[in-house]
Each structure stands twice: as structure tokens, then as C-alpha cells.
């Protein structure tokens, strides 16, 4: 294996290769971010499957770089050459001291499929069950946490124009380290079917491979081998059939129920994690999986009342509690863009809605900020735009938002309007009551306030300072010129005075520096641009 130094120098050559040599000399080309965006990929796919993992990683980070360059990390297939036959053998021996003999009635020594981090041979138990083997990549896991490691160096080492991209480098490779971590343990997936079967036992459309938990480690999943139609293929669909429709609006609602109901939902739902068999919707490929709390829930639901009643106050509260700021947010501005980007949504009805371009929009507005959002909000904003374009290749008509809209309010789990309870309610008519009571002698104060004189208004300016700058520098500028022409005028009585006995070599000092004034006034006003 290569060592830290030789794979640093290898990863920067390639990416020179590429042209991204540019970025320590200069500033990032604005004439060719789509091209720059395509050569990245390219320099991915030639460094190898670690960097084609970390490609897709970065990939469901909308708010890690531009839209161009998530754009084109979604396009990394991950797939890789096969490995030998003999480390799945090895590895199984290793992790569970058992041979593969003595476990399985026959393995199919041609894999499956061959990913970046792993192998997929089908199987079957002595018992009987038809199995797939899925085997991590020998050495995958030391070389990918390097990878990234080395990666985040270079990033760290580029310039600020570079670094300008993200909104915090350093926390942001920090979170894919310990995202690969887990998707590295072949249990954490394990345990994650066990609770997305369990949450969706009651849905008769929605069904995942049963995972077995004595033949599962860190490197090593056995589980249920799903036959059916793979990758969403709709010839096949027709074929068997099937109603498109009746499948794109089944697969949004138990996304919507996997979301607000459960809090858990699939981190990946693109058309090769996607079997449909016997009238189900057979998830697989659990290695990255959202998990939102009670709190993100909460506030997805304030953020849909936000939009149902117009209110961009609520809304820029709500986007300001659930980011992460790494600066002071000038509130005002961050207020008016709220306000533009709210326009766009205003005129138009729920189920209108762009799902994919709601959520880039907020990203892009928290971005603009420096403002990180939550990583299972980004999850979600990544999982529900790859669910908008597999929903629409299957069916081009359907709309996500009509679907979410007819779902809010036919389900018990969310509900666009507060619950009242009988208690809510008590203590919000007291404090009516008590208000009401006050109102009557408010006024009076206020009046008496009116009638004898002592009513102040005060009014806060918005960037108050910078704008008394300005002012003060106008009335400097009037009163410098009052001055000028004092001098001139004073000067020329001077000379009026002093005609008869000469002229007067003061009159002429005094004359001269006003005329100096006059002219270095002149010059300041045209280079501040305001004349």
C-alpha cells in the first residue's frame, strides 16, 4: 500500500491533470464552473473507489458545494473491478470462524454486483433461504478514512477564493469521516433494516430484506435475496402489469410516512435501492439512513405552517433556530431575501410547489449567511430531491407537493393548525381577560402622555452608524465650503480697502489658500463619487 506521502503527491497530480492546479495560483475560473464541475468527477473516477465513495458523500451535501458541483458528484456509479473470490472466503472465516462450507449449500462465485466499499455474492443457507453476501472491500475502510483525510489537507491548503465555496470545510469533512465510519460497519445496517421492517410492518406496499443478525459484522451482511424488477425498469413495470401511477404515488406516501411518522427514512431512495416485487415497494441498500428528532420534525412542520400562512416572520425565525451560524446574521438583509425568495412561492397553491427547488432555495439562502442546517435536514432535503426524480421518471404527471398536501391532512401525525387544549385555551382567555382590563387606563396614559408634551418617538435606522457616517460627512463638506467662501468674500473686501494704498499681500495669501480649499473640496466630492 502506498504510503500518506505518495498517495498526497498522486491525489494533487491528478487533480492538476484535471486543471484544478489553477486554484493555489488564482482565483476559481467563473468562465467554466460547469467544465471545472465535470473534471472534478472525472478526477474522482480516476483516483479510485475510495474517492468515488467520498464523490457520493459529498453528493448528499447540498450545502458542502455549488449546485453544479453536487450535481455531477451524483452522477459517480458505484461500481468498481471485482475482487477475488478468495478474500470473500477469507473474510467470512475471519469474522465468524466458521467456512463458508459449512454455512451455505452454495455461493455463486461471480459477484452480484462489485461497489466501491463492497461485494454482493447470492447464496443459499443449508436451511434453505436464498441469501445475498455482501463483503466489505479489503483495506477499503484504511483507505477511505485516509483518502478523506488527505483530501480535507488539500482543501485546507487552497485559498481563501476556494474555501469561499463552503461554508465550514473542516466541520463538514469532519461529519463525512464519521458518516463513513458508520456506513463502514456492516451492523449498523444490519440494525437498521431490523427497525425500518418493524415501522413498516403495518404497510402492506412497503417492505425491506430481512436482515440475519447471527451472520452479520463489521464487514460481512447476510440478508434476504430480493428477486423482482430492479432499477425501477419500466418496460418490465408495463410488462407485469403494473399501474405507474399507483407505484410513484405508493412510494411518496411511505416516504412522507417514513418522514413524519417515524422520523427514519431512507438516506438513498435512487431507482437501484428500489425493487419492486408482488406489489411491494422493496427498499434496500440501507448504508445511509436519516434519523430526524422530535425538534427537526416540529420545525418541518412550522416550516410548511410558515408557508401555508404567508408568514416570512415565522419562517426566518424558524431558519435562524434550526441553523448552526458561524457568524452575526444581518438580520435586515437576511429579512429582505427571505422576502424575495418568499415571492417566488407566494402566488403559487401547496401542490404547486417545486419540492427539489423549495429545499435548494433555503440551502441557498442559509448558505449566502454562513449558516449550516442540521445534517438530517440536508439528508432529507438530498433524499426527498433523488424521490422527486425517480417518482418523476415513473410517472411525469405526478406532483409530490399534491400528494404531501392530500397526505397533511388526511394523517394524524402532522396538522398545519396548533392543537388547542382545554388548558391552552383557559390560559389564553385570562390572559385576554387581563389585557382588556389594562387597555382602558393604557390609553388614558397614553393621552395624557400626548396632551402634556411629553410623547417621544423613537426610530431605530437600519445601519444607523453608516449612515450618520454619511450624513456627517455632507454637513462637513457644507460647512468646509461656507468656509471657502467666507475667505474668498473676506479676501476680496480686503482688496476693496486696501485699493487706494496698494494692493494687499494678505488680501492675496488669503485669497490663494481659498482658492487651494476650494479646489481640494472640489476633488474629494469627485472621487467619492457623489457629485
Known sequence: MKSNRERLTEIASVL????????????VRTKHKE???????????ELGPSF??????????????????????????????????DDIRRIFEEDFKEKLEDVFEWIDESPLASASVAQVHRARFHTGEDVIIKVQRPEIEENLLRDIQLFSRIVSMAPETVKEMLVDAKAAFKEIEETTKRELDFRNEGQALVKFRQLNQELDAVAAPKPFLNYTSKRVLVEDHIEGIRGLNLQKIREEGYNKQDIAEKLVYSFLSQIFKDGYFHGDPHPGNLIIKEKQIVFIDFGIVGELSDSVKEDL???????????????????????ITKQKVDRFAFSEDINDFYQSYISRSFGQIDLSTFFADVLHVTHKYKMVMPNDFILLAKALTILEGVVSDIHPDINIMQIASTYIKASDDISLIDSISKDKLKIGLYQLMLDSAKLPSSIKKALDTLNNGRMM?????????????????????????????????????IFAISEGAGVSFFAIVIFIGAGVMALWLLISIIRSGTL
Open 16 to 27: 492538476a491533470s484535471y486543471g484544478f492546479g489553477h486554484i493555489y495560483r488564482t482565483r
Open 35 to 45: 467544465q471545472d464541475a465535470t473534471n472534478l468527477r472525472l478526477a474522482f473516477e
Open 52 to 85: 468515488i465513495k467520498i464523490g457520493q458523500i459529498i453528493s448528499t451535501r447540498q450545502d458542502l458545494l455549488p449546485p453544479s458541483y453536487i450535481r455531477e458528484m451524483s452522477k459517480l456509479r458505484d461500481d468498481a473491478p471485482p475482487f477475488p473470490y
Open 301 to 323: 412542520i412550522k416550516l410548511m405552517r410558515a408557508i401555508v400562512f404567508e408568514d416570512t416572520d415565522q419562517l426566518m425565525n424558524l431558519l435562524l433556530q434550526m441553523a
Open 457 to 493: 418617538v423613537h426610530i431605530d435606522l437600519v445601519h444607523f452608524e453608516e449612515k450618520w457616517r454619511e450624513v456627517n460627512k455632507m454637513v462637513n463638506r457644507l460647512v468646509f465650503a461656507l468656509i471657502v467662501a467666507a475667505l474668498i468674500l473676506a479676501s476680496s473686501v
